[in-house]
């Protein structure tokens, strides 16, 4: 089995130096607990998914925690004993020394809640995400077509493994279903949730309304939004906000909604091959998605956060992705198409009108170079790495 390495390392081990302990959050399987053991080598491993291992700390924590006093430990899914922050803040406290434990988890909600109670100032946070473009790339599993990766998704154990994205997918999502949405919240009617993931699939890409899905669903407003504040910290989907400069008056409100991973949308979208995944009404959307989670990752893999926004007025004016990189703002346009027409550039040059210092970047499906017109430069989806 290939190692592929992660591009966030230099950025773990820069956080280790900083805060006495840091914790590695993300999506289920997205490989933190590989991240850990590869570059905290040196520490003991303690999972606590293990019946064992929770039950050895909760029965008595002095006894447990006191073989790693001095080394420290990796503590895997540590949201599963919530006593451990109360302790590990006294530990912590007594002992200064940087990068002691590393906590790792796979709800944000759950561990955030925790870590701001009893550990904040004392914990550095990594965000780890499914495999990048860049990370696939340079070990150099990348495929000539962008309808395989989209297919596919970017979870470590489908690419190092060659599984079929489709049965690693329908049990990820089972397990997911029945396992962690149980542990976040006590939701009875799972026949209802299921149906809110599958119909945010539809969504992915648009602007969220409650109201609509609410309706949809069978339950009130406020169910939707708890059950999207689940969805939202076990990584199945985020919001991306509207730009929030008072360029104009008239602006979008709404955010719209992504998904984490494009193979897990297409499998929910029923997606089963990657040829009826060219022909779905929902390729433009699932190409738009997986550009925009991309960079997103290559920001989180390089410990950064914020500064990605989209732009849509009340008239219909709008851009994919507004990316402010550096102090610098880029107007970015997502297009699945093959060849360049002047109406794909329709959003930037509105956008330039109301900033004109502003760069323009097109990601498409054409000539695998990069070139430019002026303001505006036009990108293979390829080059999606390097953003």
Same mark, same amino acid.
């Given at each position: 089995?290939?190692?592929?390495?992660?591009?966030?390392?230099?950025?773990?081990?820069?956080?280790?130096?900083?805060?006495?302990?840091?914790?590695?959050? =993300? #999506?289920?399987?997205?490989?933190?607990?590989?991240?850990?053991?590869?570059?905290?080598?040196?520490?003991?491993?303690?999972?606590?998914?293990? *019946?064992?291992? !929770? +039950?050895?700390?909760?029965?008595?924590?002095?006894?447990?925690?006191?073989?790693?006093?001095?080394?420290?430990?990796?503590? /895997?899914?540590?949201?599963?004993?919530? $006593?451990?922050?109360?302790?590990?803040? $006294?530990?912590? /406290?007594?002992? !200064?020394?940087? =990068?002691?434990?590393?906590?790792?988890?796979?709800?944000?909600?759950?561990?955030?809640? %925790?870590?701001?109670?009893?550990?904040?100032?004392?914990?550095?946070?990594?965000?780890?995400? #499914?495999?990048?473009?860049?990370?696939?790339?340079?070990?150099?599993?990348?495929?000539?077509?962008?309808?395989?990766?989209?297919?596919? =998704?970017?979870? #470590?154990?489908?690419?190092?493994?060659?599984?079929? *994205?489709?049965?690693?997918?329908?049990?990820?999502?089972?397990?997911?279903?029945?396992?962690?949405?149980?542990?976040?919240?006590?939701?009875?009617?799972?026949?209802?949730?299921?149906?809110?993931?599958?119909?945010?699939?539809?969504? +992915?890409? !648009?602007?969220?309304?409650?109201?609509?899905?609410?309706?949809?669903?069978?339950?009130?407003?406020?169910?939707?939004?708890?059950?999207?504040?689940?969805?939202?910290?076990?990584?199945?989907?985020?919001?991306?906000? #509207?730009?929030?400069?008072?360029?104009?008056? &008239?602006?979008?409100?709404?955010?719209?909604?992504?998904?984490?991973?494009?193979?897990?949308?297409?499998?929910?979208? =029923?997606?089963?091959?990657?040829?009826?995944?060219?022909?779905?009404?929902?390729?433009?959307?699932?190409? $738009?998605?997986?550009?925009?989670?991309?960079?997103?990752?290559?920001?989180?893999?390089?410990?950064?956060?914020?500064?990605?926004?989209?732009?849509? /007025? &009340?008239?219909?004016?709008?851009?994919?992705?507004?990316?402010?990189?550096?102090?610098?703002?880029?107007?970015?346009?997502?297009?699945?198409?093959?060849?360049?027409?002047?109406?794909? !550039?329709?959003?930037?040059?509105?956008? %330039?009108?109301? &900033?004109?210092?502003?760069?323009?970047?097109?990601?498409?499906?054409?000539?695998?170079?990069?070139?430019?017109?002026?303001?505006?430069?036009?990108?293979?989806?390829? $080059?999606?790495?390097?953003?």
């Amino acid at each position: 089995m290939k190692r592929i390495k992660r591009h966030i390392v230099k950025e773990a081990l820069l956080t280790a130096n900083t805060f006495r302990s840091i914790c590695v959050i =993300g #999506p289920r399987q997205s490989g933190k607990t590989t991240l850990s053991k590869v570059v905290f080598h040196a520490k003991p491993y303690v999972n606590f998914e293990n *019946p064992k291992n !929770q +039950a050895s700390a909760l029965s008595d924590f002095d006894v447990f925690i006191k073989k790693y006093l001095k080394s420290g430990a990796i503590l /895997d899914e540590v949201q599963r004993v919530p $006593e451990v922050f109360r302790y590990l803040q $006294e530990i912590l /406290d007594r002992n !200064q020394k940087r =990068g002691q434990f590393i906590l790792t988890g796979s709800n944000n909600f759950l561990l955030q809640e %925790q870590i701001s109670q009893s550990l904040a100032g004392r914990v550095g946070y990594l965000q780890l995400l #499914p495999l990048s473009y860049a990370e696939l790339k340079d070990a150099r599993l990348v495929k000539a077509s962008i309808d395989t990766h989209l297919f596919t =998704g970017g979870y #470590p154990e489908i690419w190092q493994q060659q599984i079929a *994205p489709e049965k690693w997918m329908a049990s990820y999502f089972q397990t997911y279903v029945q396992h962690d949405v149980r542990l976040l919240k006590n939701i009875n009617n799972m026949a209802a949730f299921t149906r809110l993931v599958l119909l945010c699939a539809t969504y +992915a890409g !648009q602007l969220l309304n409650k109201d609509s899905l609410a309706k949809s669903v069978g339950v009130d407003s406020k169910t939707i939004v708890s059950w999207l504040n689940v969805l939202e910290s076990s990584y199945i989907i985020y919001f991306l906000q #509207p730009f929030h400069n008072n360029v104009q008056k &008239r602006l979008i409100k709404s955010p719209k909604l992504y998904f984490y991973d494009t193979g897990l949308l297409c499998y929910l979208l =029923g997606i089963l091959s990657v040829s009826a995944l060219r022909a779905h009404p929902r390729y433009g959307a699932i190409y $738009e998605n997986w550009i925009i989670t991309e960079i997103r990752k290559n920001k989180f893999n390089q410990g950064l956060e914020g500064g990605m926004y989209f732009f849509r /007025d &009340r008239t219909g004016n709008e851009v994919d992705l507004i990316l402010e990189k550096q102090g610098k703002t880029y107007a970015v346009e997502i297009k699945a198409a093959t060849s360049l027409t002047s109406d794909m !550039q329709k959003g930037i040059k509105f956008w %330039q009108k109301l &900033r004109p210092d502003d760069q323009g970047l097109l990601l498409y499906s054409g000539k695998n170079h990069s070139n430019s017109d002026g303001s505006i430069q036009y990108l293979h989806w390829s $080059e999606v790495a390097n953003i």
